[in-house]
């Protein structure tokens, strides 16, 4: 049986890329290593926690021993490394905890990975899961990013992924550590924390709260649905090539302002309010220090030589994640007690 270590399993991604192991492949033993910071919540992976290949251990990935135990002790096959602090706004008030998990966190797994695989002729991997704002921001509209996009990371945040997947390719080069880096663009669906974009102005459209647009709302992004990422990510690990970097994404641009105005028409649909009263809650807020202009990224790699596609349409998947958050209040109001309330008061005083 296969070990499989997946980082950051109780997390948004993570929770999702450890369902679908879970579920597809029973000859896999898979392990979710997770602090379980605010992020991280066990509640997202209730349905398959019973599955007899599933173990979750509870740890820190900045502790360098721990972690150099646990992978003594089990002998992982493979890592998938999602752990990570994942939001922008939280790394520019706290640039030091994302230096620590992204950058340290990172380093501690290859050397521990490393470690063990050092003499063992076997096939292994070691996939870190990494984001588009590693190459910094696009200007011009016909621009986007590919593989080979110099790095530019402008927020802490992205400065530490981008120097996680440096520490990566290091790995490969110096030690000819198997690895392989996925860079994908911003991810919405079920269970994400909402701190981030989407999920934040459903929680306040239910609530009646005002919908924080930062600047005038002009910057774009492109997303994709949460579950093709770890349909991609599955492709990858099975089929990716390595020493390569694959590109991610969902083709799938828009602009803040134009899609919280398609989430205000579709959650006023949802919940039988007039069209056009959602949306009245929108608020233009100070904009966010060093914000990236444009995001876009070039998926044809991944897409040519490995064969995944999205399978969602946006606005289908946008419709399948308002039903889930409207269905699982139990959950989002869990996760917005306590200290999330204290987290939005001072992000968005
Ligand atoms: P998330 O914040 O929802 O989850 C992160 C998980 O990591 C949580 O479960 C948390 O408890 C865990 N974690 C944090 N610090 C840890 C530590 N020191 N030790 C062990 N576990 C720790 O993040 P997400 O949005 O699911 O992102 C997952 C990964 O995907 C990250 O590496 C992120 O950079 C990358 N990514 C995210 C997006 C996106 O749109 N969310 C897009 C591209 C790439
Ligand atoms: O209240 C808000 N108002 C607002 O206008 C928030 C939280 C965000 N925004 C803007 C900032 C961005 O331009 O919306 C856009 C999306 O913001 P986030 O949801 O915070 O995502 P982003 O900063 O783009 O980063 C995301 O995608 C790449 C993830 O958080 C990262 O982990 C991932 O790597």
Avoid at 43 to 50: G, K, R, T, V
Avoid at 281 to 286: A, C, D
Avoid at 316 to 332: F, H, I, Q, S
């Amino acid at each position: 049986m296969k070990k499989i270590l997946i980082t950051g399993g109780a997390g948004f991604i993570g929770s999702h890329v450890v369902r679908l192991f879970v579920n597809r492949y029973e000859d896999y033993q898979v392990y979710n290593l997770d602090k379980l910071t605010y992020a991280g919540n066990l509640a997202n992976l209730s349905d398959i926690e019973h599955m007899p290949n599933y173990v979750f251990v509870k740890g820190d990935i900045v502790d360098a021993d721990f972690v150099s135990e646990l992978f003594i002790t089990h002998q992982f096959d493979a890592v998938i490394h999602l752990a990570a602090e994942s939001h922008v706004d939280r790394s520019i008030s706290n640039p030091m905890d994302f230096i620590y998990t992204n950058v340290v966190g990172t380093a501690n797994l290859l050397n521990a990975a490393k470690a063990i695989w050092k003499n063992s002729s076997a096939d292994h991997l070691f996939y870190h899961v990494s984001t588009d704002e590693v190459y910094g921001s696009l200007h011009n509209p016909d621009e986007f990013f590919t593989e080979q996009t110099p790095y530019d990371p402008q927020s802490p945040y992205s400065a530490s992924k981008a120097s996680s997947d440096h520490l990566v390719r290091a790995y490969h080069n110096t030690y000819k550590l198997p690895v392989v880096i996925t860079n994908c663009s911003n991810n919405y669906g079920p269970n994400q924390f909402p701190e981030k974009l989407l999920p934040l102005c459903i929680n306040n459209i239910r609530n009646n709260k005002p919908l924080p647009v930062y600047g005038k709302g002009e910057n774009v992004r492109d997303w994709l649905y949460v579950i093709d990422h770890a349909r991609a990510i599955d492709t990858v690990f099975h089929k990716g090539k390595v020493g390569e970097t694959y590109n991610i994404g969902g083709f799938n641009e828009w602009r803040n302002i134009d899609i919280v105005h398609l989430l205000c028409q579709v959650m006023d649909k949802k919940l039988g309010r007039t069209a056009g009263e959602s949306a009245k809650l929108i608020t233009f807020v100070t904009d966010r220090a060093g914000h990236d202009l444009r995001y876009a990224i070039d998926a044809s790699k991944i897409m040519n030589e490995l064969g995944w596609k999205p399978s969602l349409q946006f606005e289908e998947g946008l419709e399948k994640t308002v039903d889930w958050y409207l269905t699982n209040t139990n959950w989002l109001e869990s996760v917005t007690s306590g200290a999330y309330q204290n987290y939005y008061a001072q992000q968005y005083k």
